[in-house]
C-alpha cells in the first residue's frame, strides 16, 4: 500500500528535482550573459510601446526614432582597440592584409571604390552599386549589409549598435 513515508519521499524528490532546476537554471544565466544587458535593454525592445499589444501610433515612430538617435556619433571617432576586438566578426571572412578570402581584403576600404579591388569576384549588385565606401556608407551598410546593398552575397546579419560600427570605422581607418 502507499503509506505516508512513501508520500513524504514522493513529495521530497520532486521538491529536490525542482531545486535543482532552479539552481542550474540561476547559474547558467550567470554564466552565460552575453553583453552587459538584461531584460530592459533599449535595443531588444526597440519600436515597442507601452501600450497594449506592443504597438505604435504613427507620432510614437517619430518620437522614438528621435529619442534613438540623440547620441550623436561622430564617425570615424570611435576607439580603434575596440573596433579591432569587434571586427573578429568580421575574420571569417575577411582580412586586413592585402589578401582576399571569402570576403575581399578591407585595408585601405576608406574612400575606397565599392567593389573595387581587383581580382575579387563581387556579386552583380555590389558591382552595379558604385560609389565610394566613405565613413558614411561603411555606417549604413554596416548597420544591415542585405538591405542596403540588396542581392550582394554578404550573409552577415550587420552590427547594430552605432558604437560597435564606429569602432570598427576607427580600426578600418587606422589601417589605411
Not at 525542482?18 to 539552481?23: D, V
Not at 576586438?85 to 589578401?99: I, L, T
Not at 549589409?145 to 570598427?168: C, T
Request: with cysteine.
Amino acid at each position: 500500500m502507499f503509506d505516508t513515508m512513501k508520500l513524504t519521499k514522493a513529495v521530497g524528490g520532486v521538491l529536490v528535482a525542482f531545486l535543482f532546476l532552479l539552481l542550474g537554471s540561476w547559474a547558467a544565466n550567470a554564466l552565460f550573459t552575453i553583453g552587459g544587458g538584461g531584460h530592459g535593454d533599449a535595443e531588444e525592445h526597440a519600436g515597442m510601446s507601452d501600450k497594449p499589444g506592443g504597438l505604435l501610433d504613427e507620432g510614437d515612430a517619430g518620437e522614438e526614432a528621435e529619442a534613438a538617435d540623440e547620441p550623436q556619433i561622430v564617425l570615424g571617432t570611435g576607439d580603434a582597440a575596440k573596433g579591432e576586438k569587434v571586427f573578429g566578426k568580421c575574420k571569417a571572412c575577411h582580412k586586413v592584409d592585402g589578401s582576399n578570402a571569402t570576403g575581399p581584403h578591407l585595408d585601405g576600404v576608406i574612400d575606397r571604390a565599392v567593389a573595387g579591388v581587383d581580382g575579387f569576384a563581387y556579386s552583380d549588385a555590389m558591382a552595379a552599386h558604385g560609389g565610394t565606401w566613405t565613413l558614411e556608407a561603411l555606417d549604413a551598410y554596416l548597420t544591415n549589409p542585405k538591405e542596403n546593398i540588396p542581392g550582394n552575397k554578404m550573409s552577415f546579419a550587420g552590427l547594430k549598435k552605432p558604437e560597435d560600427r564606429n569602432d570598427v570605422i576607427a580600426y578600418l581607418q587606422s589601417l589605411q
